[in-house]
């Protein structure tokens, strides 16, 4: 079964940027996306892209602020934040689709998921 692990995770103050990485431990062929669960809160959809066309989606609290990428050839999926402000504080997670290569933004449409990585901006 294919493998995610986050990377990138931290502290931040406002205002800053962070890159959060998703290392798949083999070649993937689904549609991915970010998740994040906030203190207290349920997970909630960040952003997705697809497999081939490099589609995305962004849900609106970060549109404009986050950037998601993918490269197949590392099996490596980013996220780049900037402008971040206290209520982007929360653990990070990837999630791969492996069987459906479009863009999804419902947690029931992954099946792989990875352990999570805290991100924790300071006001």
């Known amino acids: 079964q294919v493998q995610l692990v986050e990377s990138g995770g931290g502290l931040v103050q406002a205002g800053g940027s962070l890159r959060l990485a998703c290392a798949a431990s083999e070649r993937t062929f689904g549609g991915m996306a970010w998740f994040r669960q906030p203190p207290g809160k349920d997970r909630e959809f960040v952003a997705a892209i697809s497999r081939f066309d490099d589609s995305t989606a962004y849900a609106d609290s970060v549109k404009g602020r986050f950037i998601i990428s993918r490269d197949n050839a590392k099996n490596t999926l980013y996220v780049q934040m900037h402008s971040l402000k206290p209520e982007d504080t929360a653990v990070y997670y990837c999630?791969?689709?492996?069987?459906?290569?479009?863009?999804?933004?419902?947690?029931?449409?992954?099946?792989?998921w990875g352990q999570g990585t805290q991100v924790t901006v300071s006001s």
């Open positions: 999630a791969l689709a492996q069987y459906k290569i479009g863009v999804y933004t419902r947690a029931t449409d992954f099946d792989r």
